[in-house]
């Protein structure tokens, strides 16, 4: 497993994935994500301002995630502990994928790259991912 920032290459795969994923939610009834969001080109800016993380198991990317400090409207009304705060945006896992652990570790990843992205550095939590995980790469 590695986990990277996937390229423009990687688009047409990873708009896949978003695709399967609508599909396996609205079959759930869930409806969050509808044919108009999120679209390509949302995919397309997290992947220029490399704000994407793809999880790769087996050369294949099997889900993405995106980190940044865009925060939706409603979220300014809330009062923060800190002002450079970091958003989780988009989090997919093919559906065949899904329930192994996956998105856990790119949950775990994120809250490290978001410690390291804010100033709030905490090796610990560096030291761990290390132990555990030697396929991080950026």
């Known amino acids: 497993m590695m986990i990277h920032r996937p390229t423009i290459q990687d688009l047409d795969l990873i708009n896949e994935i978003f ?42 990317i099997v889900g993405v995630i995106t980190l940044d400090t865009n ?3 409603e979220y300014r009304e809330i009062y923060w502990a800190y002002d450079d705060c970091m958003v989780i945006h988009r989090l997919v896992i093919r559906p065949s994928h899904q329930g192994k652990g996956f998105a856990y570790r790119l949950m775990q990843y994120m809250t490290c790259v978001t410690k390291v992205r804010t100033n709030r550095f905490d090796w610990t939590c560096i030291a761990e991912i290390s132990e555990q995980w030697s396929f991080i790469r950026n």
């Open 19 to 60: 695709l399967e994923c609508k599909q396996d939610l609205d079959y759930q009834g869930i409806f969050q994500w509808d044919h108009v969001y999120p679209h390509k080109d949302v995919i397309v800016k997290d992947i220029i301002n490399q704000n994407m993380h793809a999880l790769t198991k087996d050369g294949e």
């Open 71 to 73: 925060e939706e409207e």
